[in-house]
């Protein structure tokens, strides 16, 4: 479940709303109780920090945030730790980047702690480690990051609880605008999700894309308003209105969906359109040959987006080069590419098991601006 920070602190005084706190983990002692196992991704570290640095939530720059979650991560965790040890449970703070939800081993590493957490009976709570991020290396949102831990953890539901009731099918201060109760099709919203609260970071966009990564790794999302006496269960058991943004039927593999939806682009390729439109037909993998433009940098390993010449995105893949390596190869296609770079390498760029062909249940990403790309025949 994730926790928006607007729950968390009191929006006047910037202090932890310590009677939130006690429902909360009354009602997480109550899922635990009935067998459900509970992984808590919470916000509030930047907003209980403010005060101490003698910041405003709507003035504060990257740097007074970075020093205010450090200043409010003892306080939003000490405030879990002492309501849990009433409520007779141990809780642990898993801090991640950027870096440890992309990069794989990173990925695996942080699962294994979350796992041995759960095990262990102990509420992991998780959070981005602000202090240390910027903002081109940063997730940004706690909503996408805890889709991400819900796909890590393979789990059945991620409940976002929030300060309003749902998602709203216009902006919610509009006059007739009308709770959404089931969305299948997150793409069908984005267009009416501007905006957040005073304290908030993504608003519903973040919301709608976390939603969109946990459907397609089999999970069910639940948006519902935290403001009340049993905020999770009773949205997990049906008992008030709430958004509920359903899971495909047929999940993406483990290794597809973390390849697939992912938080940042790395860097991207313009494929020639021949080429593009053999895609899973009759071609399953990228040649250094079919390339027409690259946007880096990006290195060996990293997770690229495919676009076809019109900008549409068609595929995502882990590539086998890093951009330098890539033009190299695609701007030589008569030469050995083991002349080229100097190791044996067939001169695959993305290769078939590393490559994920987008399906309708994506929500695709804008290309980037066109002057990023650089042309292979440029020389
Ligand atoms: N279509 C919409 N439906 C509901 N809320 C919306 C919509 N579009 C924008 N919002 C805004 O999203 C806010 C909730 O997101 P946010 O402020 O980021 O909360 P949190 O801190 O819980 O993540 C609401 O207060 C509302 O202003
Ligand atoms: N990591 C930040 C919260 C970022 C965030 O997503 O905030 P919110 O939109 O309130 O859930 C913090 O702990 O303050």
Redo the contacts with the bound molecule.
Sequence with gaps: M??????LANPDLLTPRWAFIQRLLEDITKLRNDGYEVVLCS?GAVALGLNMLGEKPETAGLRDKQAAAACGMPLLLNAYKQVAHEFGFDIAQVLVTLQDMEERKRFLNTKNTVHRLLQGDILPIVNENDSITTEEIRVG???RLAAKVAQMIQADHLV??????????????EEG?QLVEEVSDVSE?IA????????????????MQAANMAQNAGCTTLIAN?EHEEPVSSVLYGQRKHTKCIAHTKPASAWAAWLTDRLQVAGSLVIRDDVAKKLSKEIDHIRHEDIKSIQGPYVKGDVIHVYDEHGEEIARGMTNFSSEETMVLARHPEMPPKDLLGYQTGGTVISRENLIILEDRHLLWDSPKEETFVEVSDT
């Excluded at 994730?2 to 729950?7: D, F, N, R, V």
């Excluded at 009416?192 to 919301?207: E, R």
């Design positions: 994730k926790i928006g920070s607007s729950l916000s949102d706690n909503d976002i609880l929030t300060c309003i009731d749902g998602l709203y099918d216009r902006n919610p201060e605008a919203y009416v999700t501007d905006g957040t609260s005073s304290l908030g970071s993504g608003g519903m966009l973040t919301k935290g």
